[in-house]
Structure formats: C-alpha cells, structure tokens
C-alpha cells in the first residue's frame, strides 16, 4: 500500500507539486495525468528519492512506514519501483551485470540469474543482445520500455510507479504491459500509473484517476474522467 | 618504430640587434613602455631554448628575416602577368572580379570599390566602436592599450612570441564599448589592409561588457608574399557578458611559415569563438587558445585545414578552464593528400576549483592517399575531479564505397570525391558568414577538382 | 650520470608530478642500500636463469631504461605451469633489485599471473610475455609504498594474435613501459592501473600497427584515490606500409580522489587503413545514474563497484579474461574508498 500525504516537492527553489495526497490500497490502480510540465514525474521522482526532488512537506508511507527521507535503495528494498519514462543510459554496464547486482545487495543467490534474466526477457519480449550491450544504450524507445519492464518483473516489486510505461510500445507491447499490471495487482501489488494515452487503459481497470496541473490535484474521478480529457483535453478542468 | 621525422634540429641563425629593435620603436614615435616591452622581449627570445618539438622546421634565418623587414617592397609583381601561374590560375577559378584579384595580388594599393565601405566604417563610428591599425591605437589611446597589450598573451610564452614582441608592427586594434553589439561581421582587410601584411602583425581586440562582435581576419584567396616567415599575433580579452568571434582564413602562397600566435581571454559569462580555415602555406603552427577565467564563460574552437603536397599543418586548440561552470567545444578537420600531414595538437586542461565544468574535443581527418600522415596529439590535464571532459579522434580514408555509390548515381569520380569532401568539411563552412562559405567551396574545388586518382 | 643531458627532456608537464632526476636519485640511495631482498619465488610455475641472455628492451626511449640497463638486470625465465594460476614473489626487501624477467605462457589456455612485489625497496624491471597464438592473459600486479620504481612491458606478436589485461596497483611512484608491435595479427589490450594513498604513476604506451589487417585495440583505465596523480599516454601508429589496420586507442579515467593527465597520441602514416581513432574521457557518474540504479536497491557504493566494473570490462573481448579481470578487480575495489 502507498500513500502520499500533503507532499511538496521543491526543485532549484521552486515548488513544483504542492499539497498531494492520495492512497493506493494493495491490488489497487491509480491513474495519474495531467499536461506537460505539471509535476508528474517530479511527484514520482520526490517519491522515490531523487536528491534534486526535495521534499519540503508532508509524508510517504509504504505499507504503513513512513518512508519519506529515506534514500532510493531503501525505498527499492522495501518493495518500491520506479519504471523510468526516459531511463539513463549506463556505459558498461549490461542489464545482466545490473541483474546480478541487484540480487547480490539483496542476499539472493547470484548462480542462476543469468537463466532467470534470459527467461524474463523472453517473456518481456526483449531481445538477447540487448541483454549484454551497456543499459539502455542505442535502445530504441520501445526497448527502453520493455527493459523496464523486464526488471520489474525480475524484482516482483510490491508497489510500482510508472511513469508512461506506454510511450514508444507497439501494441504488442501495450498489451504485455497490461498483463503484467493485471497480473501482479491480482497478486496484491498496486500501481501508481501515469499516462497520457487511453490506449493502455483500454485493458487494466483503475480505481481513482487523478489530474495533476502545475503541481497541484485539480480533479479528481473515475475513468469516466479519462474518457472526458480524450474527447475534450484538460481544457475544462485546468 | 614508426619514422617520425624529428630528427633534425631547428636551427636559428642571424641575428635580430638591439639597435634595429630600438630603430623601429624611434620610427613609430612608440612610448617608452613599449620600447621597454621591445627589448625585454629581446632579451628573453635570444635567452629561451628553441623548441625542439616542431617538426619540419629546419631553418629560420633571422638575417634574412630583418632584411625584408626593413625593405618589405622588394620584389612585388608590377603586372597582372607578373603573377606566377599558379595563382593567376586560381584567381581565374574562384571567379573573383579582376580589382579585387588585382588588389588581393598587390598589384593596387586601393580597393576600387572602397566607397562600398565607407558606410560601414561609418555605422562602426557611430558605435563607437574603434578600429584602427595597431600602431595608430598605441599612440591615440595609449591608456587603453597599455592595459591590454601583451596581458593576454605574455611575451615569456614562448620563443617566437618574444621574437614577435620584438620586432611587432602592424596589426589591428579594436575596442567595442559596453552593451554595443556589432550586428555585421567586420573584414578587417578593407579597413586597414595593409596593416594586415605585415609579417609580425599584433591585433588586440577588446570587447567590454555585454559587447558583441564578428570579427574576420585574412581572405580565402591566394595572397603572394615575398617574405617567408609569418610571427603574427592576436590577443581578445572578453569581458563579463561579451561575445566575440574571431574568423580567420588563410591561403597563403606556398613559400610562407607561418606562425600564428592566438590567444583570448574569457571574463564571467563571456564567449569565445575561433573559427580558423587554414588553406595555404608551407608549414602552419596555430593553436588559437582561451582561457576562460570567469564562471560560466565559454568558447569553441573550429579549425579546418587543408595539406595538399608537401604542406604541413600543425593546428589545434587549448583551452584552460580556469573556473566553475565553464564549457568549451573544439572542432577540428583536416584534410590531406599528395603527402601533405597533418598535426593536430591539443590541451584541456581543467584547473583545481573549475567545477562542474565540460569540455568536448572532435578531431577527424581524412587521408586521401598512402603519402600523406594524419597526427593527433591531444591532452587532456585535470586537476579537479568534478568535470566532464571527453576527447575524441578518427583518422579515415576516402570511402571507395562511397565514391562508387555517387559514381553510380552519374557522376564524375572527381565530382564524387569533391561530394564527399564537402560533406566532411560541412560543419566548418556552416560557422562562416555566408560569402567565405562560398568562397572556401570554390577553392575546395579548385584544390581537389582534379583529384581523382584512378579511376 | 651523463645520460641525463640528453634524457631529461619529457613534457614539463608529467615532469612536474614525476621528476626523472627524484628517480636517479632513488636508485643510487636504494643501490648504497645494497641487493637486499629475497629476490623472486614462483608458485604455480618454474623459474630459472637465463644465463648468457642478451635481449634488451625495444625501443629504449626514457632515462629509466637507460638506467634500466646499466644495472646489469638478473635475467629470470618463467615458464608458467599447467595450472591457470602462476604467482611470482619479488622480495625487493630495502635495497634495490634490478630484473629482467622472461614469461614463457605454453599454451592458449587463459592463465593468470600475478607479480606480487614485497618491501620497499626499489625495483627496475623489464617483464618479457612470450606466448603462442591465442594466448589469454590476465597480468595482476601489486606495488606497496616504497621507492619509486620502474617496471616495462613488452609484447611481441607477429603472425600470432592474443589477449591481455593488465591490473596494476600501487601506492608508489612508479613509471611504467609498455611496447607493443602487432604484425599482420591482432592484440588486444587492456590495462587497468589503481593508484592508491596519494601515489603518482606515469604510464607510457608505444604501439604500432603494421603488416596485412593488424588488429590494435588498446583500452586503459586509470582510478586515482587517495590523492593520487595518473598520467595514462603514448603513442600508437598505424605503419606506412600496413594495410587494412584497425587501430583503436582509448583511455577512462576516473577520479575518485586526485589529479588525471591522459595523452593518447595517434600517428597514421598511410590512407590504407580500416579504422583508426582513440578518445580520451574522464569518467563521471552523474546523479541520474547513481538515483537510477539506486532505484533498483543498490547502495551508493554498490552502484560505485557496479559501474566501475563495467568500465574495467569495457574492451575486453573474451569472456573468461572478462570474467576473471572483473573478479580481480572487484577484489582491489572493496580495499578502496569508494564513496557511499
């Protein structure tokens, strides 16, 4: 379960969200939207920890715990991702290497996760050459996307935030995306879910939609909110 | 182990005396700093150690330097047919219309069209702006020049810098007052032309705060000297806010060394550029340089020379970073072939307490043929660990691939070749103002035209 | 000594952190100290004289190899085992020790060879690798504090290819020498120098290229902590008479804590040639990388060693010199002080 309370969030000294809140229950879908440059992926990255995001009032809670000032790794190990809109590229590092790491700080077995990583990105529909160039490196758009989406199948996170996980994927790739929201909600896990397009809400069901304008939570609804913003654009409402 | 030509030693002979040092400063009614200026570096050229580390250079004969120095009409063409052939050829090429060909050739001593002109000079005038041969500067503002002269680029540098110290004369002086920004890129040649020729021209831009200027030195057509050594200098201090690019294209004739002492300093948020087409000479050494002293300033570098037969060119950039924040781009492309070389040297080096600062380095250089050698010899020096920094060199040959592609879309193999070599020297011409991009084109063409090997 | 007349002429630059003329007086104080030292013991392979040997250097371009061969160097052959693992122990003890060492590698089998110097005395030493084609090599090679001391490199391949990487630690000034002539085969190197505890190293690379479709990659990695000062440069070239090269010379640094000089310089002699750039960049990790890979659970340190690894790799085309330079490397990474 996440919940944000009253967060702010400040860049540079200038407050780019201002008094969020909202609580996703376990299973749970929140469909956050919202124009360019109203605050979503500030508010997503203030929630995991980026250093430049800073929080400058209220909380984050995971499953209960306040969270707020802790690092990124802290949040990760407690069952909090991030799947990037533009994920960094990272020379010479492969996704195996990150792979092998990341089961190593969490004091899983290394041996082994080199089949676990090539039979996830099968699933994930990610070529095997891609597996071992450095992270995200020449990546087209779509297997930006699908790399995301392999860690976080790879790291069965209990709480994941993605921020336009749909951008760039074909409908190939939409619909995995959906099967594996679907799938791991049925599983307990909730999704704070930031999109611009409908397209992916054609196959996963939110509970809540939130509208995010310049940093602030102008509205708030049920899908039938999504379908008025695709017919009428935030005009009406920001 | 790789045949490096250095073995022979540069030597010096002749001597540049005292008394003529003295003589030149007497004859230009010079205050007394600056004939103290003139022996002391005297003194310091005939006390430092020749640098060992130019290759190619065998022999610099003062005596014969000092000679031409003091009767620098000697020998210059009376006629059009004087010309050599040579030149007259690629005049006829590049389709300059005959009074500027003419004058490029010293054949006049006044532009026939110089009313055209005069209307800039007067624009400039009305700015404020002044710019006025160098000579002229020291004595009209002495003050002002006094405070810049040889600040930015000490005579203790290096040998030749002292000798150009010595024996300096002609050469510009600009200075752009406060917030006024110079809208037309300014040729120095029509405004003080002759002053230009010289073979140890010192120019000294000034640009004070929040100023801009476009600054263009030198003409992409062939210019005949008679003299065969070049020492000049250009000092550009840029203060908090101002910009100024300095353009300089070179096609000298094929008897000149040519020195080409180039240095600028950069004040809080200032910027920088050098752009520099160097085309002819025998052997070219210029690595035009900033320093960029205050936070945030910033400066690229754009060099593009070409060695075609046995030219040397021994370019490249350095650059200081000297304070947080500050971001340089260097840009380097040569081409060579006919067993041309080419050299580039360069510096980055990035001072304790320069944070967050950047720099980017880009060198190709195309070979045309099995004679010619391509060179690089950068170095990057950091002595503070909060930077970026990043070098990058290729060395590539004429794509046969290529050549049969275009020759497969019905052209020429020299019309090909010539494709190709624009297509490697486009980001150069894109930094000239409009006409010198033309101009480089056509003698580009005239250069390479015939270049087809087999074929 | 006379040979400083001619010698003394290196860039102002490197020789305001390592002063050749330090050096020559390193070397008579270590030489009144006397040959101290047990010498060198091998584990994992035999060693024996080379008695009457008279192989010198190529290319003895620096006052430290001159001075190198006026010490009349022992010569030392060794022929490493079966197993993968040789290990040499020099004992410099607190004198000097002066070294011409041979290392034969029998087979292309990948072997590891680790110089596991003692004492702080000072050691000038030339390391000859001869092998046959194929050979896999991963050199490790540790320097504690001591004197300044000087150790060369030298490869020869002709008609034969191979690979190498080289790790080096060390907490003393040290220069270091490679040469490489590839003829008509390929190499490919990668050298990885960790300078420690305020140290200074000065390493310098010759390479040419020369013959039908040589192949020289060279890859160095620079880390400089605790204060330390690296100077990766040298030359490489492509020959006028080879065709086809392929010449690749790059060099990283990182600064963890310290000074960073990198001169990779390129000369090519001739249009025939395949490919041939190098690059030199200093090695940032930006806070987006670092906020990335934190994301996924990693400390700050762990993401340290993670992207440091990955650059150490970077280069290398074998898996198991991959592999095994990477455990090496891992290994010196946990000693240092990463941030984090």
Not at chain 2, 42 to 61: C, G, H, S, V, Y
Not at chain 2, 251 to 266: D, Y
Not at chain 2, 275 to 285: C, D, L, M, Q, R
Not at chain 3, 184 to 196: D, L, M, P, Q, T
Request: proline fraction near 4%; charged fraction near 25%.
């Amino acid at each position: 379960m996440l919940e944000v309370d009253n967060l702010s969030v400040e860049v540079n000294g200038v407050t780019v969200v201002r008094g969020v809140s909202f609580r996703i229950k376990r299973g749970e879908i929140v469909v956050l939207m919202g124009p360019n440059g109203s605050g979503k992926t500030s508010l997503a990255y203030a929630i995991m920890g980026h250093p430049f995001y800073k929080v400058v009032g209220g909380r984050v809670l995971l499953e209960g715990e306040d969270v707020t000032k802790l690092p990124p790794n802290e949040k990760a190990r407690r069952g909090l991702f991030l799947f990037f809109q533009n994920p960094v590229e990272v020379r010479g590092v492969s996704l195996l290497d990150l792979a092998k790491a990341v089961f190593e700080a969490r004091g899983l077995p290394g041996s082994g996760v080199e089949k676990l990583v090539l039979e996830t990105a099968e699933k994930a529909g990610l070529k095997k050459t891609l597996l071992t160039r450095g992270l995200n490196e020449g990546f087209s758009g779509g297997e930006k996307k699908r790399s995301e989406l392999l860690q976080a199948m790879l790291l069965k996170p209990r709480c994941l935030i993605m921020d336009e996980p749909d951008s760039g994927l074909d409908v190939e790739g939409v619909r995995l995306l959906a099967d594996f929201i679907r799938e791991r909600t049925g599983e307990g896990a909730c999704f704070l879910l930031i999109t611009h397009y409908p397209n992916l809400l054609n196959y996963v069901t939110p509970s809540k939609v939130l509208v995010l304008a310049k940093g602030v939570v102008k509205a708030e609804g049920g899908i039938e909110l999504v379908e008025k913003i695709s017919r009428e654009g935030y005009n009406g409402l920001v | 182990m790789p045949e490096v030509s250095y073995r022979h030693r540069l030597e010096i002979t002749g001597k540049v005396s005292r008394s003529l040092v003295e003589e030149i400063s007497r004859v230009k009614k010079e205050p007394e700093w600056m004939r103290n200026l003139r022996l002391r570096a005297l003194e310091f050229f005939e006390k430092a150690r020749t640098p060992q580390w130019l290759p190619f250079i065998e022999k610099i004969d003062l005596d014969e330097i000092t000679s031409l120095y003091v009767k620098p009409d000697v020998e210059k063409a009376e006629k059009w047919e004087d010309l050599p052939e040579e030149i007259r050829k690629i005049y006829e090429k590049l389709k300059l219309p005959e009074s500027y060909a003419k004058y490029l050739a010293g054949l006049t001593s006044v532009l026939d069209s110089e009313s055209v002109f005069i209307g800039v000079k007067d624009y400039l005038r009305k700015l404020g702006v002044v710019m006025i041969p160098m000579e002229e500067a020291v004595v009209k503002y002495p003050d002002l020049v006094r405070e810049y002269f040889s600040r930015v680029f000490p005579y203790t540098d290096h040998k030749f810098a002292a000798l150009h110290y010595a024996l300096w004369s002609g050469g510009v002086f600009v200075y752009v007052p406060r917030n006024v920004k110079v809208a037309y890129p300014v040729e120095a040649f029509f405004f003080v032309g002759r002053e230009m020729e010289g073979q140890f021209e010192h120019s000294l831009i000034v640009a004070d705060e929040n100023s801009e200027i476009v600054f263009i030195e030198g003409c992409s057509a062939p210019r005949l000297r008679r003299e065969s050594f070049h020492d000049g200098m250009v000092e550009i201090y840029a203060h908090k806010a101002s910009k100024v690019s300095f353009i300089t294209v070179q096609n000298w004739s094929r008897n000149i060394i040519n020195f080409n002492n180039k240095r600028a300093i950069a004040e809080e948020g200032a910027t920088v550029d050098w752009v520099e087409g160097s085309i002819g000479s025998k052997f070219t050494v210029t690595y035009p340089s900033t320093v960029l002293r205050g936070e945030g300033s910033s400066t690229t570098s754009t060099v593009m020379s070409i060695s075609r037969g046995g030219v040397v060119k021994d370019t490249g950039s350095k650059v200081i970073h000297a304070a947080p924040r500050t971001t340089s781009r260097v840009t380097s492309k040569s081409i060579v072939a006919d067993g041309g070389v080419s050299i580039y040297r360069g510096l980055v080096q990035v001072n304790k307490g320069a944070k967050g600062s950047a720099s980017y380095v880009e060198c190709e250089s195309l070979i045309l043929d099995e004679k010619s050698q391509s060179h690089t010899y950068p170095i990057v020096h950091l002595l503070d660990d909060d930077a970026s920094v990043g070098h990058e060199a290729s060395t590539v040959k004429l794509d046969e691939d290529q050549v049969f592609y275009l020759m497969s879309r019905g052209l020429r193999r020299s019309e090909a070749v010539s494709l190709i070599i624009h297509g490697f020297i486009r980001d150069v011409l894109k930094k000239l103002p409009f006409e010198f991009a033309v101009m480089m084109t056509r003698v580009l063409d005239a250069e390479f035209g015939e270049y087809g090997g087999v074929g | 000594m006379s040979i400083e007349g001619d010698f003394i002429g290196d860039s102002p630059t490197i020789r305001r952190y390592i002063e050749p003329r330090e050096y020559l007086k390193d070397v008579e104080e270590s030489r009144r100290e006397g040959l101290a030292g047990k010498g060198v013991t091998v584990a994992g392979g035999v060693v024996s004289g080379g008695a009457g040997s008279t192989w010198q250097p190529p290319g003895c371009f620096s006052i430290y190899c001159q001075v190198h061969k006026t010490l009349n160097p022992e010569t030392l052959v060794v022929d490493a085992g079966p197993d993968t693992h040789t290990r040499v122990d020099i004992d410099v003890g607190e004198g000097l020790l002066p070294l011409n060492l041979v290392l034969n590698l029998p087979d292309p089998n990948l072997r590891v060879v680790e110089f596991n110097v003692k004492g702080g005395g000072l050691l000038s030493a030339w390391v000859r690798i001869r092998g046959g084609s194929g050979r896999r090599l991963v050199l490790k090679l540790n320097l504690p504090e001591g004197r300044a001391s000087y150790i060369g490199v030298s490869e020869e391949c002709k008609g034969c290819s191979g690979e190498r990487a080289v790790i080096l630690e060390s907490s003393r000034t040290l220069r270091v020498e490679e040469f490489i002539r590839v003829e008509s085969s390929s190499f490919r190197g990668k050298n990885i120098a960790v300078a420690e505890n305020g140290s200074k190293l000065d390493w310098e690379t010759r390479g040419v290229a020369a013959g039908d479709s040589p192949l020289l990659h060279l890859h160095g990695l620079a880390v400089g902590a605790g204060g330390s000062t690296t100077a990766l440069r040298g030359v490489v070239a492509v020959d006028k008479n080879s065709r086809r090269g392929s010449v690749v010379y790059g060099l990283d640094s990182i600064q963890l804590d310290g000074r960073s000089l990198m001169q990779p310089k390129l000369e090519v002699y001739t249009s025939e040639v395949k490919e041939a750039r190098h690059y030199a960049r200093n090695v940032r990790f930006t806070a987006d990388q670092l906020f990335y890979l934190s994301s996924r659970g990693l400390s700050t340190r762990e993401a340290y060693v993670l992207l440091l690894t990955g650059l150490a790799k970077t280069g290398v085309e074998d898996p198991g010199v991959s592999f095994l330079l990477e455990d090496v490397f891992r290994q010196i990474l946990l000693k240092l002080g990463l941030p984090g």
